[in-house]
């Protein structure tokens, strides 16, 4: 039997071996990021299990786009950080982060220490709660199959003055990986679905016998290239009858990953993923020259309205520009027929490309520019 594990978990090891794992330099929250969150009709997350395919095309859309922000907290004087109901001094804080995600109203406060990432508590306006045991969210590097339980207690206040008091138990997966047809259409290959099951009880009743409190399914869709979730499904439960108080779900657009322009770790990765598919297209026997990729200049990038491309001709030849979404449609093309020998400059707007990465593709004559730009 154990022989029989043992070659069961190579098996998929090796099937996941291109994306298996969340780890801290791809996927830790950062400060400064920022998030593009919609709020969209509920669908059920599927089974667990690998080669699996999420539908989540066409889905309606509930409310509009909203932001989350991930900032550090400000310094009291030179030295001094208050954290939600602990207070830090800067000299202490050489080996973790700090962190604050604001939601709407809400702020959750983070904490990095050791590689691991902890949840310590969160604020709204109407409730403050901080856990005597912090909940642990994501350890250094998470593994397809592995389980992180957390047990917590929590106190806190409601409304100014009625204290609050609960405890429960948490329990994070990353349980499927597949492929995700995303609402837009778009299709992502490399997909980790992560699976959090949390269980909140009255303070004086922690039996999960008892059927009282309520459970709450998070599931969260990681693609490769993107330090945070792609799609995300929430569920609560009410424990004592098992009724379904609410379900919905979150799309995160990646071409809205506006983070990755300072992300060098995930763009090598998106970076990877075109040059062993996408690139494929392209023959494998064209030479660019120095002098060529030395005479060709794109800017800006990222790009907002107007992408401008400049360029250098020697003889008659023939220009193409043509501009590739990634999922490899054209999405713009421009033939100039033939140039005779000077400087060119090409002005492309951009104003109704939707956010995201493209391919510019620059072709003269017998010479070809592939290059990475992204719209704001």
């Given at each position: ?8 978990l190579?098996?998929?090891?090796s099937?996941?071996s291109?994306?298996?794992q969340?780890?801290?330099?791809f ?16 669908k ?6 690998i ?11 509930i ?9 550090s907290?400000?310094?009291?004087g ?5 954290f939600?109901?602990n ?13 604050i995600?604001t939601?709407?109203?809400t702020?959750?406060y983070?904490q ?7 949840q ?6 109407s409730?403050?709660a901080?856990?005597?045991n912090?909940i ?8 397809f199959?592995q ?6 207690e ?5 409304s100014g003055?009625?204290k ?6 948490i ?6 990986s597949g492929k995700?047809?995303l ?6 290959n490399s997909?980790?679905?992560v699976?959090t099951?949390?269980?909140i009880?009255n303070?004086?009743d922690s ?8 459970e ?7 693609s490769?290239?993107y330090?945070?979730?792609?799609f ?13 108080v ?7 657009p ?13 763009l ?5 993923i075109?040059n ?5 297209q392209?023959p ?9 990729t030395k005479s060709?200049?794109?800017y800006p990038?990222?790009?907002d309205d107007l992408l ?15 501009i ?6 054209i999405?713009?093309k421009i033939?100039?027929?033939?140039l ?6 090409e002005i492309?707007?951009?104003?109704d490309l939707?956010?995201?990465?493209y391919l510019?593709k620059?072709t003269?004559?017998?010479q ?5 730009i992204i719209?704001k």
């Amino acid at each position: 039997m154990k022989k029989r594990t043992s070659l069961t978990l190579l098996l998929l090891i090796s099937h996941l071996s291109t994306f298996g794992q969340l780890k801290k330099e791809f996927n830790s929250i950062r400060s400064g990021d920022m998030l593009i969150k919609q709020q969209v009709e509920y669908k059920s997350p599927g089974k667990a299990g690998i080669d699996i395919l999420w539908d989540f095309r066409n889905l309606k859309t509930i409310n509009e786009e909203y932001t989350i922000s991930y900032t550090s907290p400000p310094l009291q004087g030179d030295s001094i950080i208050v954290f939600g109901n602990n207070i830090y001094y800067k000299k202490d804080l050489i080996d973790q982060k700090l962190i604050i995600a604001t939601e709407h109203n809400t702020m959750y406060y983070y904490q990095i220490k050791n590689d691991t990432l902890f949840q310590l508590g969160y604020e709204n306006p109407s409730i403050k709660a901080y856990y005597s045991n912090p909940i642990i969210i994501m350890p250094e590097n998470f593994d397809f199959g592995q389980v992180v339980n957390s047990n917590y207690e929590s106190n806190g206040i409601y409304s100014g003055s009625e204290k609050i008091n609960y405890s429960g138990e948490i329990k994070t997966q990353i349980d499927a990986s597949g492929k995700m047809i995303l609402p837009s259409g778009d299709t992502l290959n490399s997909v980790l679905r992560v699976k959090t099951t949390q269980f909140i009880f009255n303070s004086q009743d922690s039996s999960t016998t008892q059927k009282t409190g309520s459970e709450t399914e998070y599931n969260r869709w990681y693609s490769k290239g993107y330090r945070y979730p792609v799609f995300e499904t929430v569920k609560n439960i009410n424990l004592k009858d098992s009724t379904v108080v609410f379900a919905t779900a979150f799309y995160f657009p990646p071409q809205e990953h506006y983070y990755l322009d300072k992300d060098p770790n995930n763009l090598a990765q998106l970076d990877s993923i075109w040059n062993n598919s996408f690139f494929d297209q392209f023959p494998n026997d064209i030479q660019i020259s120095n002098d060529f990729t030395k005479s060709c200049i794109i800017y800006p990038n990222p790009v907002d309205d107007l992408l401008t491309v400049k360029f250098k001709t020697s003889g008659k030849k023939n220009l193409s520009l043509m501009i590739y979404t990634s999922t490899g449609q054209i999405y713009k093309k421009i033939d100039k027929g033939n140039l005779t020998t000077g400087y060119y400059t090409e002005i492309i707007n951009c104003s109704d490309l939707p956010s995201g990465i493209y391919l510019i593709k620059v072709t003269i004559g017998d010479q070809i520019i592939n290059n990475k730009i992204i719209k704001k």
